[in-house]
Structure formats: C-alpha cells, structure tokens
C-alpha cells in the first residue's frame, strides 16, 4: 500500500491532506474497504454465483461477502443466481476456504463456482 506521502507526491497534496481526505471518503461510505491486489501468477481465480432466499435483501448479502478474506469483487445480477463474486487466492484451498465462508452466511441457499482456467 502505498503511503499517505507517496500519494501526495503523485497528487501535488501534502501527506496530511491526502489523509484527511481519505478519512472523509471511508468516513461518507465512498470508500468500504482497503484491499492487496496480488499479481497470482501461480494463484488462483474463481467466479461464484449465489441465490439469495427472497426474503433477504441482496444489499445484506453483499455487505457480509465483502467482509470475507479473498473477495475481490460482488455484483447484483440478474438470471438464475442474485449474486457473482469474484475470488482471487494464492491456491485452490483458499478458494474453497472462501466458499466455505460464503456457503455459511444466512440467507445463501445455493452456489455455483468456477475456476478460471485463463484469461485475456
């Protein structure tokens, strides 16, 4: 992660405004969460779809997929599944641990994962 400074330099901020303006966009919800973006080149990838039970908002769901570890991405989608959550780990056991995770949260009744095999 880059430091507040090193931002600045790039900005033309000091440290200490492009800190308080980080803390104005994570305190007004613009910014949720701070995340590693590893290049896996012997990583794994996966694409999770999930149903959601009608009763519970997908909004709720996606709040609490987002607290999981390896999450990179969750969209609202539409078609058979409610939700499609982009998984970034160092192996294929840390992609399973994450739908583990996943599978536990109330209000997901069904899922169906994909290990991307490559991409372009």
């Known amino acids: 992660r880059a430091t507040y ?13 492009v800190r308080k303006r980080i803390k104005d966009l994570v305190d007004s919800g ?8 590893l290049a896996l080149s012997e990583g794994a990838e996966a694409i999770a779809l ?3 039970k009608p009763s519970i908002p997908t909004s709720e769901i996606s709040t609490e997929l ?9 969209y609202e989608v539409t078609g ?5 959550i982009i998984i970034s780990a160092m ?17 997901i009744i069904k899922t169906n994962t994909m290990i991307i095999l490559r991409s372009w």
Request: glycine share 8%.
């Open 30 to 37: 613009v910014i949720i969460k701070f995340t590693l973006k």
């Open 5 to 17: 400074s090193e931002i600045g330099k790039r900005v033309g901020l000091s440290e200490g405004a």
């Open 80 to 84: 058979e599944y409610d939700i499609a």
């Open 91 to 107: 192996n294929i056991a840390e992609v399973n641990e994450c739908i583990e995770r996943i599978r536990k949260i109330d209000g």
């Open 66 to 74: 987002l607290k999981i570890p390896n999450v990179e991405t969750v």
């Open 50 to 52: 999930v149903s959601v």
